[in-house]
């Protein structure tokens, strides 16, 4: 089955920029959507198809995807954006499942 | 705007079969090129995928979950229903309906989720 790595952390001074990765085999040839997911909260879409950011989402998230790592980048890091940040694929493998990755946490220091 | 939302028994005992609906308003679950999924999260940990089903009724699970899992939609009332049987501990999580979008008829991404139920397996 296919696996998404992520790291478990992340830790950023507001103003400044957060990286977060999503390894995968390959990666760069699949469509890799991001989620933010607040404490108790549903999580929201901030970023599909590796770089296209839903309606309402500030330009401030964006995301890259090539090889075999997909980021998400979010510049300018506000209190409010700490939260966990998910990727998620579809694997054309037999039973077509989706895969999230493991998620990591976004602390603004 | 669409909304999601989840109903059915907070509580199951082991063994038992898991029980939920998710009731989609603000839009007819027949229409567009969507999916509806059902994902689900234990306190603490990642989202895990539990399965899908298009509006034509055909389904994809987790190969983890699929002898277990059965998802069904009911289009005259705009809902879709999730049920895992032979439950355990394992499966006590908060349980979130998502709706999916799809591009030529392959999987994408969630862009509007249920609030979320939490169901816990215990006697």
């Known amino acids: 089955s296919y696996v998404l790595t992520q790291p478990p952390s992340v830790s950023v001074a507001p103003g400044q920029t957060a990286r977060i990765t999503c390894g995968g085999n390959?990666?760069?040839?699949?469509?890799v959507h991001w989620y933010q997911q607040k404490p108790g909260q549903a999580p929201v879409l901030v970023v599909y198809?590796?770089?296209d950011r839903p309606s309402g989402i500030p330009e401030r998230f964006s995301g890259s995807n090539s090889g075999n790592t997909a980021t998400l980048t979010i510049s300018r890091v506000e209190a409010g954006d700490e939260a966990d940040y998910y990727c998620?694929?579809?694997?054309?493998?037999?039973?077509?499942?989706?895969?999230f990755g493991g998620g990591t946490k976004l602390t603004v220091l | 705007q669409v909304q999601l939302q989840e109903s059915g028994p907070g509580l199951v005992k082991p063994s038992q079969t898991l029980s939920l609906t998710c009731t989609v308003s603000?839009?007819?679950?027949?229409?567009?090129?969507?999916?509806w999924s059902w994902i689900r999260q234990p306190a603490g940990k990642g989202l895990e995928w539990i399965g899908r089903?298009?509006?034509?009724?055909?389904?994809n699970y987790n190969p983890s979950l699929k002898s277990r899992v059965t998802i069904s939609v009911d289009t005259s009332k705009n809902q879709f229903s999730l049920k895992l049987s032979s439950v355990t501990a394992a499966d006590t999580a908060v349980y979130y309906c998502?709706?999916?979008?799809?591009?030529?008829?392959?999987?994408?991404?969630?862009?509007?989720w249920g609030q979320g139920t939490l169901v816990t397996v215990s006697s």
């Open positions: 998620q694929v579809w694997d054309s493998s037999s039973d077509h499942p989706t895969v």
């Open positions: 089903i298009y509006t034509s009724g055909s389904t």
């Open positions: 198809d590796d770089s």
């Open positions: 603000g839009g007819s679950i027949s229409s567009g090129s969507y999916y």
């Open positions: 998502a709706r999916g979008a799809t591009i030529f008829g392959a999987p994408r991404y969630f862009d509007y």
């Open positions: 390959n990666i760069g040839s699949k469509s």
